[in-house]
C-alpha cells in the first residue's frame, strides 16, 4: 500500500464516522485495511463488469457480478442480489462491499441496507465520479418507471477506499462525466476551486497524480462537510443537487441508457441552471459564460442537443418529467440556482418562462 495516503473523515453521530482513504495501490491491500478497522468478518463483494479487472485475489471467493448500466439498478435486479446475499447465509458480521461505479455502489448500498434489516458495507469505487460524488453520504437505491433513485434508503458506508489508480483504465468519457460532479463543488460554495480547477482541470482530466490526488480530496471534503451538517437533506444537502433537476429528467427522457452517463446530464443541467439563473437576472451573465465556458473547453456536454438521439421533446414535456424528481414538494419544484460561481441557493421561487427558454435554445443548440 501506498504511504501516500490522504484520509477525509466523515463526522455524523451514534458512531457512525467513517473514513475516505485516499491514494493510489489502495486497492491491492482493500481487504488488509478493511481487517484493519473492523473485526475479521466475512466479505461480500458486489462489482460491475468493469470493476473486474482491479479485483484483488482476496475479492474473488463470494462475489457477485452486475450486469452493466443503470439496468443494474431495477427491482428485478435487485431481488436476484439479495437471493444471492441470503443463500450465503450471512450474520449480523457479513460484510457487503461495493466495487465499481455509482451504479454499483447505489445497488450494493441499498441492498446492504435492506438484507437482513441492515448490513454495513464497504465503498470502494473505480470511476470518478463515484469516488468524488456517490461513494460519499450513503445514499443508496434504485431507479423506478416513474424516476430516478425515488426508492432507496440512506445507509452510511462503514469505510470508503479510493484507489485513484483504478482512473487509469477509465475511458476519457466515464472522466469527464466524474469531473462534472467534481465542478459541482466549486460551482456550489467554492469560488478558490473553481480557480484552481481552471489552471489544473486539464491535468485532472489527463489523469497527473498529484492534481487527481487533490481535486478527489477537496471534493470529498466538501461532500463530508455537507452531509456532516445534513445527512438527510433536510436543507443544506439539497445544495448538492446543483444541475440535477435537469439531469434526471434528461436521463428519464433517454429511459437510463447509454445516450448519456448521469456525469453528461449533470454538466448538461449546470449549463442549465447558470442560464436560467441568468435569464432571471440572479446571476451576471458574465459569470455563467465563464462556468459554461469551462466545462466546454475540457469537452464535457453542455447543450441537449449534444446527446446523441436524445428524443424530440417540448420544454414543457421536459419540465413534466422534473416533476416526478424527489426534488418535489408541496407539488412545486424545487431548483438549485446560483448568484455566481461559488453561490448556489436552494429555491421554488422559479420563472418558469426562463427555464423554458433556457431548455429550447439547449435543444436547438
Same mark, same amino acid.
Given at each position: ?73 431495477? /427491482? $428485478?435486479?435487485?431481488?436476484? %442480489? @439479495?437471493?444471492?446475499?441470503? +443463500?450465503?447465509?450471512?450474520?449480523? *458480521? !457479513?460484510? =457487503? ?23 454495513? /458495507? $464497504?465503498?470502494?469505487?473505480? %470511476? @470518478?465520479?463515484?469516488?468524488? +460524488?456517490?461513494?460519499?453520504?450513503? *445514499? !443508496?437505491? =434504485? ?44 460551482? =456550489? ?177
Amino acid at each position: 500500500m501506498s504511504e501516500d495516503v490522504n484520509t477525509v473523515h466523515v463526522t455524523l453521530d451514534q458512531d457512525r464516522d467513517y473514513d475516505i482513504l485516499i491514494g493510489s495501490g489502495l486497492l491491492r491491500d482493500a481487504a488488509g485495511l478493511i481487517a484493519q478497522r473492523f473485526d475479521t468478518r466475512r466479505l461480500l463483494v458486489i462489482a460491475d463488469p468493469n470493476a473486474q479487472g482491479h479485483l484483488p485475489r482476496d475479492f474473488n471467493k463470494d462475489l457477485l457480478v452486475l450486469e452493466e448500466g443503470e439496468s443494474a439498478k431495477s /427491482f $428485478v435486479a435487485l431481488e436476484k %442480489t @439479495l437471493h444471492w446475499i441470503l +443463500d450465503r447465509k450471512p450474520d449480523r *458480521k !457479513t460484510l =457487503i462491499v461495493a466495487l465499481g461505479g455509482g451504479v454499483v455502489g447505489d445497488h450494493a448500498g441499498f441492498a446492504a441496507a435492506i438484507a437482513l434489516r441492515g448490513l454495513d /458495507f $464497504v465503498q470502494v469505487p473505480t %470511476t @470518478l465520479l463515484a469516488q468524488v +460524488d456517490s461513494s460519499v453520504g450513503g *445514499k !443508496t437505491g =434504485i431507479n423506478s418507471t416513474q424516476g430516478k433513485n425515488l426508492i432507496g434508503a440512506f445507509h452510511q458506508p462503514k469505510l470508503v477506499i479510493i484507489d485513484t489508480d483504478t482512473l487509469s483504465t477509465l475511458p476519457d468519457r466515464q472522466m469527464k462525466a466524474g469531473y462534472s460532479e467534481m465542478v459541482k463543488y466549486a460551482f =456550489i460554495s467554492d469560488k478558490n476551486f473553481f480557480t484552481w480547477l481552471s489552471k489544473n482541470g486539464a491535468n485532472v482530466l489527463a489523469r497527473d497524480k498529484a492534481a487527481l490526488d487533490y481535486a478527489i480530496t477537496i471534493s470529498c471534503t466538501a461532500k463530508a462537510k455537507v452531509v456532516a451538517a445534513d445527512e438527510r437533506e433536510a436543507g443544506l444537502r439539497a445544495l448538492l443537487n446543483f444541475g440535477h433537476t435537469f439531469a434526471h429528467a434528461l436521463e428519464a427522457a433517454c429511459q437510463y441508457d447509454r445516450r448519456v452517463l448521469h456525469g453528461e446530464a449533470v454538466s448538461i443541467g449546470m449549463s442549465l441552471a447558470f442560464d436560467a439563473s441568468a435569464r432571471m437576472g440572479l446571476c451576471p451573465q458574465a459569470e455563467a459564460e465563464t462556468a459554461i465556458s469551462h466545462m466546454r473547453t475540457l469537452g464535457l456536454l453542455t447543450r441537449i442537443s449534444e446527446i446523441q438521439g436524445f428524443p424530440e421533446m417540448t420544454a414543457d414535456q421536459l419540465i413534466d418529467l422534473m416533476g416526478n424528481d424527489k426534488k418535489v414538494s408541496g407539488g412545486k419544484l424545487t431548483f438549485i440556482l446560483t448568484r455566481g460561481i461559488g453561490e448556489a441557493f436552494v429555491t421554488q421561487d422559479v420563472d418558469m418562462d426562463a427555464v423554458r427558454q433556457s431548455l429550447i435554445l439547449s435543444a436547438k443548440g
